[in-house]
């Protein structure tokens, strides 16, 4: 594997074609970011990985300074599944200049859950993706699903800036007890660890909760007149904003503090309608929580 450290250093391994599979990390790989990085591989492109901590995704407040840097081990692992290039730029590299050119995520997508709780966090993101973008000039980029709503921004970013890469999303890795594998999983004490598949556990009884709701809207709706089905539907949103609370406050009395557990739809992340609950395999379920001090993020699809 090589490793750069320059973007001009970069376009002479990528040589020409500079036509390749790329991974963006912010680095302490573990198995979720390895799996990425498989999947990059099959597309038949060489693999580009990059790691960089972006200080422009993190608020003041947040652990910017504290993030766990691991390049040594990080480079073994990349070793280990193939990878060919690794791009590890230093902030002046990245950032020579003051970056007051920012890619402004929409209202309705960069502004709500993790946007609501991180003002500013997915402009962060999306300007970030959209230098190292610049920089690889990838065919194929690989994001995880477990950070869904930062998979849907770049998404939106690529087809609306008509960018000529394909995003491919990857499964959430988790662990045997169903804890989605995180870097920040590593911030938990061992009493702190074992609580933390409860989040994954909340996400599991919401989702079963609105695809039961979704389930007795169908058979009812097949008996009623439209009007009376109308009114049905309106109930059964009104169940699901109640099952979201009990959600938050079973989670809180277990010593969690929840940002937020909703069901949204996949395609934009908006509250759903009574005929998106109809239809659950349209949906997800997202949640965000701190346990101690260390924030964690999940998401189920159903």
Known sequence: MQVVRTASELRTALGASRSAAFVPTMGNLHEGHLSLMRLGKTSGQPLVASIFVNRLQFAPH????????????????????????LFAPDERELYPVEQTFRVATPHGLGDILEGEFRPGFFEGVATVVLKLFGCVQPAVAVFGKKDYQQLMVVRRMVEQFNLPIAIVPGATMREADGLAMSSRNGYLDAAERAEAPALARALQALARRAAELGGELADECRRLAPQAAEAVGERTLRALAQAERDALAALGERGWKPDYLVVRRRADLARPQAADLATPESLVALGAARLGTTRLIDNLEF
Do not use: N
């Open 62 to 85: 947040e652990d910017f300074g504290s993030y766990p840097r691991t390049f040594e081990a990080d480079c073994e692992k990349l070793r280990a599944v193939g990878c060919d290039l």
